[in-house]
């Protein structure tokens, strides 16, 4: 009998993964913009585990980056993210990272040629971050 079958994996997993992504852009509070040209923010709960797809882009009014996430995870994690801009400025992937409740505090490369993170956006200009990530509850 494989996992799926014996519910190994929380129940009628075949089912739960089939179910649409739930869209949370307009629920969750984020610090950083002080308009958005684009935002998408959507979850899905498969068993135990939130998977998250999001984009936010827009005018930058904060040195920090953060926004909420949907349900409070079962414990702190760190996740890449792939695209970031600060202040119309393209550099490599940054880090989202929640060090308790249901924050999500997003890092930024200093350069693209110093892989060292920092908090410090541009409170100004154009900001973007671009990710995906996957957490317990």
């Given at each position: 009998?494989?996992?799926?079958?014996?519910?190994?994996?929380?129940?009628?997993?075949?089912?739960?993964?089939?179910?649409?992504?739930?869209?949370?852009?307009?629920?969750?509070?984020?610090?950083g913009w002080?308009?958005?040209?684009?935002?998408?923010?959507?979850?899905?709960?498969?068993?135990n585990i939130?998977?998250?797809?999001?984009?936010?882009?827009?005018?930058?009014?904060?040195?920090?980056?953060?926004?909420?996430?949907?349900?409070?995870?079962?414990?702190?994690?760190?996740?890449?993210?792939?695209?970031?801009?600060?202040?119309?400025?393209?550099?490599?992937?940054?880090?989202?990272?929640?060090?308790?409740?249901?924050?999500?505090?997003?890092?930024?490369?200093?350069?693209?040629?110093?892989?060292?993170?920092?908090?410090?956006?541009?409170?100004?200009?154009?900001?973007?971050?671009?990710?995906?990530?996957?957490?317990?509850?």
């Amino acid at each position: 009998m494989n996992g799926v079958a014996n519910g190994v994996y929380g129940g009628d997993l075949p089912n739960q993964i089939n179910t649409p992504w739930i869209d949370f852009s307009q629920q969750s509070t984020y610090v950083g913009w002080s308009s958005f040209s684009g935002r998408i923010y959507k979850y899905k709960i498969v068993g135990n585990i939130v998977y998250v797809s999001f984009s936010f882009d827009g005018t930058s009014n904060s040195t920090s980056t953060t926004f909420t996430l949907p349900i409070l995870p079962k414990a702190s994690f760190t996740f890449p993210f792939s695209l970031n801009a600060d202040s119309g400025i393209y550099t490599i992937q940054g880090f989202g990272i929640n060090t308790s409740g249901n924050i999500i505090t997003c890092y930024k490369p200093t350069s693209t040629s110093n892989l060292n993170i920092t908090t410090n956006w541009t409170a100004s200009g154009f900001k973007q971050i671009s990710g995906q990530f996957f957490y317990e509850i």
